[in-house]
């Protein structure tokens, strides 16, 4: 049994869901299907998730959300007359966002959830229907009757470990189901959502659940490239590569597969494949839990923006005891996760993703830094980004660090952070944000293409 992941790309309009329509009858062993939301049809597009957001925190907030309502409700109407489904189908789904913009939410975030789940759900019942239609014995399948529960972490949930017993069960039903990505519920019933992006996260926690041969993840790219192909002119394609790989490149940047969706698939030892809706022959890339090695030591270079650092100062710090739980605690009654600690003799720095602060919390955690640990200095400096090279290969092979900063100088950017050694695969840098895509050329260059810049490979 294979389960299949088709994200928005692959279902932005009547014609791609024909192609993935085709995809799922040319093998009897994709029998369940995860969706997205319709996606992006051009580059100037926009999102049904984004414009949910939209309608949802207009609607929330008492403004009037009619004009983008009907947008929404237009992107389905437009799918599902190029899809033959008559307007009833249209009504229905016209229906179900009218209750969503009317549902008595305790929170904002909550409420945001029950919007932004309206993209893939009504999605999946389209797709369910044209699939029926088509004479394919197929059926719309709610997370709620399949058991997917979740935590209580509206737009951040995390999968509970009984989720995947009540999955199992789907073995057992003879249609081709089709799964609304995104969203789970809470075992009180309550409807939340995973991160953004987070339909990779269902398709992964299905596959496990089901115990599936292969979980597809098809999007509009022939494969994994080794580095982002909106930056690098047509980069190497990455043919297999091992899930710790892939996890720390989706973390650091790779937007093709959620770094989250990665363990619920490597726990239960389901390979994945990559695939192109628009080129189903191509091979795909293939995520599994070894694979040979060959002669490039990184596998891949990803960047991420949107990083601050938390820089403190004080004299004697290493002789401190306690010095860092207590600086971590302040972060932590913000209720802010960090995701590097580089530190010196006197001082340390603590790097967070911006989505997490704001000016408030901000001044909150400098003034207890001065105050409670009578730090010397304490400032937080932003615009930074991460750039993580990454290989299984990295490690036994001497260079790479002084390699990877020799492209960096050439290119005049300067190294504000480096991080190695915590991670067996990865090598992380810091720098300013503004440089991040020279980084990635230059790093690139270095190591696929290392006769442009005159390298020894
Ligand atoms: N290293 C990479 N390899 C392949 N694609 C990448 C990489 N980094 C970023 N991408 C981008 O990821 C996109 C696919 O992901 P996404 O837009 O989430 O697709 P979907 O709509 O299928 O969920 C590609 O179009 C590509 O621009
Ligand atoms: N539609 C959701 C979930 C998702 O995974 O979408 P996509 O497969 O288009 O990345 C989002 O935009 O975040």
Redesign the pocket.
Same mark, same amino acid.
């Given at each position: 049994m294979r389960v299949a992941k088709f994200? %928005? =790309? =692959?279902l932005a309009s009547a014609e791609q869901i024909k192609k993935v329509t085709n995809i799922v009858q040319e093998h009897p062993e994709r029998r369940l299907l995860v969706v =997205?939301a319709p *996606?992006k049809r051009d580059s100037g597009d926009t999102k049904v998730t984004d414009l949910l957001i939209e309608l949802g925190s207009k609607a929330w907030h008492g403004q009037s959300y009619e004009a983008v309502y009907e947008t929404v409700v237009d992107r389905y109407r437009q799918i599902a007359s190029g899809l033959g489904l008559g307007e009833s189908v249209v009504q229905e789904v016209a229906a179900d966002f009218t209750e969503r913009v009317q549902f008595a939410a305790d929170n904002e975030e909550s409420y945001m959830d029950q919007m932004k789940a309206g993209g893939e759900d009504n999605n999946a019942k389209v797709i369910a229907r044209y699939l029926q239609n088509e004479g394919v014995k197929a059926a719309y399948l709610n997370p709620y009757e399949a058991g997917l529960l979740v935590s209580d972490e509206p737009g951040n949930a995390k999968v509970l470990p009984e989720a995947y017993e009540h999955l199992y069960k789907l073995r057992d039903r003879d249609e081709i189901l089709v799964f609304p990505g995104f969203f789970g519920y809470t075992p009180e019933g309550k409807l939340a959502t995973f991160p953004r992006?987070g339909s990779d996260i269902t398709g992964s926690i299905v596959a496990a659940g089901v115990q599936a041969d292969l979980y597809e993840n098809f999007?509009? $790219?022939d494969s $994994?490239?080794a580095?982002?192909? *909106?930056v690098v002119d047509q980069p190497m394609e990455v043919k297999q590569m091992t899930y710790r790989e892939m996890r720390e490149l989706s973390y650091a940047g790779? %937007? $093709?597969f959620h770094d989250e969706a990665l363990i619920p698939a490597f726990r239960a030892s389901i390979p994945v494949c990559v695939k192109n809706t628009n080129n189903p022959d191509a091979e795909g890339t293939m995520i599994i839990a070894e694979r040979a090695q060959d002669q490039t030591p990184v596998t %891949?270079i990803a960047a991420d923006e949107g990083f601050s650092t938390i820089y403190v100062r004080k004299y004697l710090m290493n002789r401190e005891v306690g010095f860092g739980r207590r600086l971590l605690k302040i972060v932590e009654d913000e209720g802010i996760s960090y995701e590097h600690i580089p530190s010196g003799i006197d001082d340390t720095s603590v790097i967070i993703d911006n989505s997490q602060l704001t000016a408030e919390k901000e001044e909150r955690m400098l003034t207890r830094i001065m105050e409670e640990l009578e730090a010397d200095d304490a400032h937080i400096e932003h615009g930074f980004a991460m750039i993580m090279l990454v290989g299984e290969g990295m490690h036994e092979t001497v260079g790479v660090a002084s390699r990877a900063a020799q492209a960096l100088s050439n290119r005049g950017i300067n190294i504000e952070m480096i991080n190695q050694g915590s991670s067996e695969v990865s090598l992380t840098f810091g720098i300013q944000a503004a440089q991040a895509d020279e980084a990635i050329r230059g790093l690139y260059e270095q190591f696929f293409r290392p006769s442009v810049v005159g390298t020894e490979s």
């Amino acid at each position: 049994m294979r389960v299949a992941k088709f994200g %928005g =790309s =692959s279902l932005a309009s009547a014609e791609q869901i024909k192609k993935v329509t085709n995809i799922v009858q040319e093998h009897p062993e994709r029998r369940l299907l995860v969706v =997205s939301a319709p *996606g992006k049809r051009d580059s100037g597009d926009t999102k049904v998730t984004d414009l949910l957001i939209e309608l949802g925190s207009k609607a929330w907030h008492g403004q009037s959300y009619e004009a983008v309502y009907e947008t929404v409700v237009d992107r389905y109407r437009q799918i599902a007359s190029g899809l033959g489904l008559g307007e009833s189908v249209v009504q229905e789904v016209a229906a179900d966002f009218t209750e969503r913009v009317q549902f008595a939410a305790d929170n904002e975030e909550s409420y945001m959830d029950q919007m932004k789940a309206g993209g893939e759900d009504n999605n999946a019942k389209v797709i369910a229907r044209y699939l029926q239609n088509e004479g394919v014995k197929a059926a719309y399948l709610n997370p709620y009757e399949a058991g997917l529960l979740v935590s209580d972490e509206p737009g951040n949930a995390k999968v509970l470990p009984e989720a995947y017993e009540h999955l199992y069960k789907l073995r057992d039903r003879d249609e081709i189901l089709v799964f609304p990505g995104f969203f789970g519920y809470t075992p009180e019933g309550k409807l939340a959502t995973f991160p953004r992006g987070g339909s990779d996260i269902t398709g992964s926690i299905v596959a496990a659940g089901v115990q599936a041969d292969l979980y597809e993840n098809f999007t509009d $790219v022939d494969s $994994v490239y080794a580095a982002n192909p *909106g930056v690098v002119d047509q980069p190497m394609e990455v043919k297999q590569m091992t899930y710790r790989e892939m996890r720390e490149l989706s973390y650091a940047g790779f %937007g $093709v597969f959620h770094d989250e969706a990665l363990i619920p698939a490597f726990r239960a030892s389901i390979p994945v494949c990559v695939k192109n809706t628009n080129n189903p022959d191509a091979e795909g890339t293939m995520i599994i839990a070894e694979r040979a090695q060959d002669q490039t030591p990184v596998t %891949g270079i990803a960047a991420d923006e949107g990083f601050s650092t938390i820089y403190v100062r004080k004299y004697l710090m290493n002789r401190e005891v306690g010095f860092g739980r207590r600086l971590l605690k302040i972060v932590e009654d913000e209720g802010i996760s960090y995701e590097h600690i580089p530190s010196g003799i006197d001082d340390t720095s603590v790097i967070i993703d911006n989505s997490q602060l704001t000016a408030e919390k901000e001044e909150r955690m400098l003034t207890r830094i001065m105050e409670e640990l009578e730090a010397d200095d304490a400032h937080i400096e932003h615009g930074f980004a991460m750039i993580m090279l990454v290989g299984e290969g990295m490690h036994e092979t001497v260079g790479v660090a002084s390699r990877a900063a020799q492209a960096l100088s050439n290119r005049g950017i300067n190294i504000e952070m480096i991080n190695q050694g915590s991670s067996e695969v990865s090598l992380t840098f810091g720098i300013q944000a503004a440089q991040a895509d020279e980084a990635i050329r230059g790093l690139y260059e270095q190591f696929f293409r290392p006769s442009v810049v005159g390298t020894e490979s």
